[in-house]
């Protein structure tokens, strides 16, 4: 029965949990389960209905008010007063316990078996009732005394957090020991040095991969200490080889710029410098980076020009920010002396230069703001410009 209440609450779009029904059940008698199976084997004639809108409507409301009362919450308010009568009703005063003389009757031999079955009966259906029936909440004096009641013996008030020692377990992350710098210098260890060289870039990458697992000789393992270690396994020329090349490498894809090549190797810019110390090529390092400040100096193409204008990092760290800036200065001073005449404005006169230079305009006025070209030039636009005649 009870299943057949909440299917049809559910489809009445008013699904309720399984206490509720049996709370509402319990209003019912029982000879109103033909009542109840006839109205919840139909359709919902209105929603939402819920467990006790489908009992206000056994006993003769109609499902549009139902439906009604339970949108607007009034079987939630009802629920709510019966609890708090039935919390106020005083409870019945215990019959006094007053002894009987009479002697009970006997009970007859025939009468056995079948009050043997009507307690059985009636123990289920008290175990029934039980189920069924509707829960008491506490009330809130009930609370209150609860709460004024004396702690008990070891129950703690403060809430102190306590100092715990560390987790340990497999989700714990703990450093493995280091091993000895003796056992790195052993030839049982070349492989693992090996192994450690293919995947890095330059000795500084390998100190710190190699000081995560061994110590040094004096301590912490030194950049001294993997060299010397390099060394006796005969590995030091061929690795410092392709630190060169590396190096090298880095400097051309990067056009020169010690600051990116730092950043792409992943070395600081003292251990960049020590690194090519160390390799003795500092004279190829700079034939490189010369070699590009002369293609940033010498190029024509206005458009490249102008982005380079922009790069202000990669001309600084090229040395040549100042040199680049004047010589671009004194270009565009050049071009822009062959289209003032037929200009009026500067955008007009950023997109002459542009037009005929295959620059984009915007590069041009932005250039004219950088270089400190754009006030003056507007002096003279004004200037020339002919006054109009009345």
């Not at 009568?85 to 007859?108: D, I, Q, S």
């Not at 993997?226 to 410092?240: I, P, Y």
């Not at 040395?319 to 289209?339: H, M, N, P, T, Y």
């Amino acid at each position: 029965m009870a299943v057949a209440v909440s299917d049809f609450c559910r489809r009445a779009k008013s699904p309720a949990p399984a206490p509720e029904v049996r709370e509402a059940l319990a209003l019912l008698a029982e000879d109103d389960d033909f009542r109840v199976r006839t109205l919840t084997d139909g359709e919902p004639e209105a929603s939402p209905l819920g467990p006790f809108a489908v009992v206000d409507i056994l006993r003769g409301t109609a499902p549009a008010l139902a439906a009604q009362r339970q949108a607007c919450g009034f079987y939630d308010v009802a629920r709510e007063l019966a609890y708090v009568r039935e919390e106020k009703t005083p409870p019945p005063a215990p019959a006094p316990n007053v002894p009987v003389f009479a002697t009970p009757p006997a009970a007859e031999e025939g009468d056995g078996k079948a009050g043997k079955k009507a307690g059985k009966a009636a123990k289920q259906e008290a175990a029934v009732q039980e189920r069924i029936a509707p829960r008491k909440r506490a009330t809130p004096e009930s609370d209150a005394d609860a709460e004024s009641l004396p702690p008990e013996d070891g129950e703690d008030l403060g809430f102190l957090r306590r100092d715990l020692p560390r987790p340990r377990g497999r989700f714990t992350r703990v450093e493995a020991p280091r091993a000895s710098f003796m056992e790195l210098t052993r030839l049982s260890t070349k492989p693992a040095v090996e192994g450690a060289l293919e995947g890095a870039e330059h000795r500084f990458a390998l100190l710190r991969n190699l000081s995560q697992r061994y110590n040094g000789s004096r301590g912490e393992l030194t950049l001294v200490d993997v060299e010397n270690v390099l060394k006796d396994h005969g590995l030091l020329e061929a690795f410092t080889e392709k630190e060169k090349n590396q190096v090298l490498a880095a400097y051309s894809d990067q056009r020169g710029a010690a600051g990116r090549v730092g950043w792409s190797l992943g070395l600081s810019p003292s251990e960049l410098q020590r690194l090519i110390s160390v390799l003795g090529i500092g004279d190829e390092v700079e034939a490189l980076r010369e070699r590009f400040r002369r293609e940033a100096l010498a190029t024509s193409h206005l458009t490249h020009r102008l982005d380079l204008l922009g790069r202000e990092k990669y001309l600084a760290d090229l040395g040549i920010q100042r040199k680049f800036s004047d010589s671009l200065r004194k270009e565009l001073e050049r071009l822009v002396a062959d289209e003032f005449p037929e200009a009026t404005e500067l955008h007009g006169l950023a997109d002459a230069v542009g037009r005929k230079h295959g620059a984009p305009a915007e590069l041009v006025f932005r250039a004219f703001e950088r270089l400190g070209l754009a006030d003056g030039l507007r002096k003279r636009l004004l200037a020339s410009a002919t006054p109009s005649t009345p």
